[in-house]
């Protein structure tokens, strides 16, 4: 009987010990969770004071780049309406006239990039806007080849464009479309080495996309607009 009492009383001894080890190690790892999450509180913290001021700064910068666009854009105009009043005295073909054209070429770049600015800053901003209407592309096709006719000339690259029959009239903002198709066509001239060669090709998928290419999306509930398709617009040029 005494050995049978002395066993329970070991047995009640080892249980307490295993309890208070047990109670010890709850009590440690809910101080290191505590701890972890007092951590996390401040990380977080941080991070929203982070995000705070990347958002003042990513306004600071939209507000500074409209500004900064729209100063450029009062005198630039001013500069343009002078020149037009210079051009209705010369005639084409003389030195005065070509110096001219030049300035307004250089114009129509410079007004091209405040444009692309002000448009970062609408982006930033969610005030971008789609104006879509109904566009004949071999119309815009046209436009950016002559828009960008003359700096190839300098460079001696021969320019072509190729609208395909079937491309119908489409639902697009041309000022956009006209702005991609001018960017692209800028970097293949930009790259291309003297007397070399870029193509605009231009053509009409309906119902899907070509493997690999960044189609414009055409649909649109205008009647006369083609519908269910893809514009795909596609610069190539001999250059790097």
């Given at each position: 009987?005494?050995?049978?009492?002395?066993?329970?009383?070991?047995?009640?001894?080892?249980?307490?010990?295993?309890?208070?080890?047990?109670?010890?190690?709850?009590?440690?790892?809910?101080?290191?969770?505590?701890?972890?999450?007092?951590?996390?509180?401040?990380?977080?913290?941080?991070?929203?004071?982070?995000?705070?001021?990347?958002?003042?700064?990513?306004?600071?910068?939209?507000?500074?780049?409209?500004?900064?666009?729209?100063?450029?854009?009062?005198?630039?105009?001013?500069?343009?309406?002078?020149?037009?009043?210079?051009?209705?005295?010369?005639?084409?073909?003389?030195?005065?006239?070509?110096?001219?054209?030049?300035?307004?070429?250089?114009?129509?770049?410079?007004?091209?990039?405040?444009?692309?600015?002000?448009?970062?800053?609408?982006?930033?901003?969610?005030?971008?806007?789609?104006?879509?209407?109904?566009?004949?592309?071999?119309?815009?096709?046209?436009a950016a080849c002559a828009i960008m006719?003359?700096?190839?000339?300098?460079?001696?690259?021969?320019l072509r464009s190729t609208v395909d029959?079937?491309?119908?009239?489409?639902?697009?903002?041309?000022?956009?479309?006209?702005?991609?198709?001018?960017?692209?066509?800028?970097?293949?001239?930009?790259?291309?080495?003297?007397?070399?060669?870029?193509?605009?090709?231009?053509?009409?998928?309906?119902?899907?996309?070509?493997?690999?290419?960044?189609?414009?999306?055409?649909?649109?509930?205008?009647?006369?607009?083609?519908?269910?398709?893809?514009?795909?617009?596609?610069?190539?040029?001999?250059?790097?």
């Amino acid at each position: 009987m005494t050995t049978l009492m002395k066993r329970f009383q070991l047995m009640v001894t080892n249980l307490k010990h295993a309890y208070d080890d047990v109670e010890e190690k709850v009590r440690t790892r809910t101080r290191e969770l505590n701890q972890a999450n007092e951590q996390l509180r401040d990380h977080q913290a941080r991070l929203e004071d982070m995000n705070r001021e990347l958002k003042r700064n990513d306004q600071f910068k939209s507000d500074f780049l409209a500004m900064m666009s729209h100063e450029l854009k009062t005198p630039l105009t001013s500069l343009m309406v002078s020149v037009g009043y210079i051009e209705t005295d010369e005639k084409p073909g003389t030195d005065r006239w070509e110096a001219i054209q030049n300035i307004k070429r250089s114009e129509q770049a410079l007004h091209s990039t405040i444009e692309n600015i002000l448009d970062v800053s609408r982006l930033d901003a969610g005030r971008m806007t789609l104006d879509r209407m109904s566009v004949d592309v071999a119309d815009l096709a046209d436009a950016a080849c002559a828009i960008m006719g003359p700096l190839a000339q300098n460079k001696g690259i021969s320019l072509r464009s190729t609208v395909d029959e079937d491309v119908p009239i489409v639902m697009l903002d041309p000022d956009k479309v006209m702005k991609i198709i001018i960017n692209l066509l800028g970097n293949a001239v930009k790259f291309t080495p003297r007397d070399g060669d870029v193509k605009l090709d231009i053509s009409y998928h309906q119902n899907g996309q070509v493997e690999g290419e960044q189609p414009i999306d055409a649909r649109n509930a205008d009647e006369d607009a083609a519908t269910d398709g893809s514009l795909v617009i596609c610069v190539s040029d001999s250059g790097i």
